[in-house]
């Protein structure tokens, strides 16, 4: 599914928060909106969502993702682009 347009992240937040992810993966359209996203818990439990389902909880976002500068100036993420392949790894491990 990789396209040109689309990119890739990976998100890592520390929060204390059990119902809330630690780890995302994201693929983001041209517009930086997402298209599939998997989140993962500090228990190990994964979430997934994309344009027709939704599981664990997870779901797409409804605004565009900030830029990486705005990500990276909060120092409660750690973010990073990610391949396509590396995304499709955690995409296929989602359940």
């Known amino acids: 599914m990789a396209d040109s347009k689309r990119n890739y992240l990976y998100v890592k937040w520390r929060n204390n928060h059990p119902e809330e992810p630690v780890h995302l993966y994201s693929e983001l359209d041209g517009e930086r909106f997402e298209v599939r996203k998997v ?11 994309d344009g027709s389902e939704e599981f664990g909880g997870t779901r797409l976002g409804e605004m565009a993702v900030p830029p990486m500068s705005e990500l990276e100036s909060d120092p409660q993420f750690e973010s990073k682009v ?3 392949e590396e995304f499709q790894r955690q995409w296929l491990k989602r359940r």
Do not use: V
Not at 39 to 44: K, L, T, V, Y
């Open 39 to 49: 989140e993962i818990f500090s228990d190990g439990r994964r979430g997934f969502a």
């Open 82 to 84: 990610i391949s396509a």
